[in-house]
């Protein structure tokens, strides 16, 4: 006994499995903008002071050397070097992160958020370090070739604008969920 009207179908629906992910939010453009304008003033005091590294390193020992007599020539080398290396991987961390950061907030990933404090702080800590080295050797430094302006103002301003970032993506973020 065939039927010739075929079986009702069964009611399909398909769900996802998680949850729909929000999308971007109103502030993330101005949250990628300003770490943008932070990363190209830290890649710009890089730049300045790779361009100048020869002189930076020689005026920076020469001043050390000044200032500790009783240390030996390796030794200020050595400080010197260890300084210019703490802070060249203090700004690729700050510079990476903030990138990483970005694209995060930009996709609405809420990772992104923590990878802007990890650049916040590597920027801090670097602007610090670069005004603790650099101060007491300001006027060897400039005349090396490093303007003043990159010894602390422009990177403290990195820093700041980063920090308003990370700020406002934290806000952004909070109200969505």
Avoid: K, Q
């Avoid at 992910?21 to 890089?46: D, E, K, N, Q, Y």
């Avoid at 002189?55 to 070097?81: C, M, Q």
């Amino acid at each position: 006994m065939l039927s010739a009207t075929p079986p009702p179908r069964p009611r399909v629906s398909i769900t996802p499995m998680r949850p729909e992910r929000p999308g971007r939010g109103r502030l993330s453009g101005v949250v990628v903008g300003l770490w943008s304008a932070a990363v190209i003033l830290l890649v710009m005091t890089v730049f300045l002071v790779a361009v100048h590294l020869a002189e930076i390193r020689t005026a920076l020992a020469l001043d050390v050397a000044r200032d500790e007599p009783s240390a030996g020539a390796d030794e200020v080398v050595r400080a010197v070097n260890i300084a210019l290396v703490a802070g060249a991987v203090l700004a690729a961390v700050a510079i990476v992160a903030a990138v990483y950061g970005c694209l995060g907030v930009w996709h609405g990933r809420r990772s992104g958020r923590g990878w802007l404090v990890v650049a916040v702080l590597a920027a801090v800590v670097l602007t610090v370090g670069g005004a603790v080295v650099i101060g007491p050797s300001a006027s060897a430094v400039t005349d090396a070739g490093l303007p003043p302006l990159f010894h602390w103002i422009v990177p403290a301003v990195a820093c700041v604008l980063g920090a308003i970032a990370t700020v406002l993506a934290y806000r952004s973020m909070s109200r969505r969920t």
